[in-house]
């Protein structure tokens, strides 16, 4: 990166999930749940709690228009998932889409799996700008003919049209989880992907919709000896047979499915001795993870928990070769952010294109970002006040008691309720989007 101090300045675009011209406020269904752009980042999809799944492609570059640089826009808006309820068990589903996974394109259409917290869907978005004309049954309304008026054949012919997008559901994998799904991953295969809920991963093929392999099984005998859950699991970017899992524990298993069908026994653990001195009422807590990812070179795990983004070698298990503090002017605020339950907040982190710099939300509509060669940081804003097109982010600071300066702000004026949960970053380049509630920012860093 030329210059971390321009990174992520540059503000292009914000797009608003609320449709309408007059804001009545948030309503729970236009939360953005999930952000996730596909392999080449030309598309980004994101997924609300009304189980909509909104699709923006990026435009081309236009000689006429060069400020229109790549700009995102709405390509497709279908629904995903609708409200069920489970009768055995007298328990409402909701719609919530949790995660979206693109898979690789290999012909012009589009595929890409969402779920909510039982069913995972996979869905085919694909374009159609013709349309046949001249059937032979068929009237160009689409009513049956009478056979007996049909005289000639007639050899249909393809017509052009207006371009629509159809998103089409190509499989549904239902049935297979007891508690609520967290992640989804598509193996590096492209045969298989896993599901993972509290206490249960499963192995999927993308063929077969009737049965999964239970691959991770955590669940004790007793559930009153249970101590920890599932809460994060990911594939190896390159290596089909390796995945990873994260715990409520702060731990993290690395299994590699060679060894065994059942992978209850990891390859490797990692684990971060605890400090004494830092222990607390809410130690367990804050040290639940609630992301892991893999960097693009597989070398790397990136974990998030509540106040730290943490980076580990494969090759260390004992301690992370990397630690960030994302706002560590919270942790004498952890009893009143117990209480007003903000404490079992998941946050997502996510890696940049080269692995160099890492990037996560946090209160008050903030994001911070860590570059990890130079060990630089920045705290930026999302927020519909400052970010007009082409205006250039400024870098927020947080001031922890005694005086405040002008450009800074105090820890108690923090708005909990605004918190920056997902975040994606484009694969190669520094376009990132960032889901503040409703609304969906694209941050570009500044073009000279």
């Not at 719609?95 to 909510?116: D, G, M, V």
């Not at 499989?171 to 598509?186: C, K, L």
């Not at 099984?217 to 089909?240: G, Q």
């Not at 009143?336 to 692995?355: A, M």
Request: hydrophobic residues 35%; glycine residues 4%.
């Amino acid at each position: 990166l030329a210059g971390f101090g321009n990174l992520m300045q540059d503000v292009l675009w914000c797009f608003s999930q609320v449709k309408g011209t007059i804001d009545i406020g948030v309503t729970e269904a236009d939360i953005i749940s999930t952000v996730e752009f596909n392999h080449t980042g030309e598309l980004l999809a994101t997924g609300d709690k009304g189980g909509r799944v909104v699709i923006f492609q990026r435009e081309q570059e236009s000689k006429n228009q060069p400020h229109r640089r790549g700009e995102y826009n709405v390509y497709s808006t279908f629904q995903s998932h609708e409200p069920e309820f489970d009768y055995l068990k007298s328990l409402e589903i909701e719609e919530k889409i949790n995660k979206i996974r693109w898979l690789p394109q290999q012909n012009a259409a589009y595929f890409l799996l969402s779920t909510n917290d039982k069913t995972v869907k996979l869905w085919k978005v694909s374009e159609r700008d013709k349309r046949p004309e001249g059937y032979n049954l068929k009237d160009e309304d689409g009513r049956l003919r009478d056979p007996s008026m049909i005289t000639m054949l007639r050899v249909p012919v393809l017509r052009p049209m207006d371009l629509m997008v159809e998103a089409t559901p190509r499989r549904v994998f239902a049935n297979a989880h007891t508690y609520h799904i967290n992640s989804i991953s598509v193996n590096s295969d492209y045969e298989t992907y896993m599901s993972a809920d509290d206490l249960r991963i499963n192995l999927w093929n993308f063929e077969i919709t009737n049965q999964s392999f239970n691959i991770v099984d955590i669940k004790p005998a007793n559930m009153e000896e249970l101590t920890e859950v599932i809460t994060a699991a990911e594939f190896h970017p390159h290596h089909c047979n390796t995945f990873v899992y994260s715990s409520s524990k702060g731990t993290i298993r690395l299994c590699d499915m060679r060894t065994s069908a059942l992978c209850d026994r990891h390859a490797k653990f990692f684990e971060e001795p605890e400090d004494p001195s830092n222990r607390s009422f809410f130690s367990e807590i804050i040290s639940s993870i609630s992301d892991v990812k893999f960097s693009h070179s597989g070398r790397y795990i990136m974990t998030r928990d509540y106040l730290t983004v943490k980076v580990w070698d494969l090759n260390m298990e004992n301690r992370p070769i990397e630690t960030y503090q994302v706002h560590d002017y919270l942790r004498s605020k952890l009893c009143s952010l117990y209480e007003n339950d903000c404490i079992f907040d998941k946050f997502e982190c996510v890696w940049n294109g080269s692995d160099s710099v890492i990037m996560t939300g946090s209160y008050n509509n903030f994001f911070r970002m860590f570059d990890r060669n130079t060990k630089r940081d920045v705290t930026l804003e999302a927020s519909r006040e400052n970010s007009k097109p082409r205006a250039i982010l400024k870098p927020r600071k947080v001031c922890v008691g005694g005086k405040r300066r002008k450009d800074e702000i105090s820890v108690d004026s923090l708005d909990f309720s605004k918190k920056i949960l997902h975040t994606a970053w484009h694969p190669s380049e520094n376009i990132i989007a960032v889901a503040a509630t409703n609304n969906l920012y694209i941050f570009q860093d500044k073009v000279n």
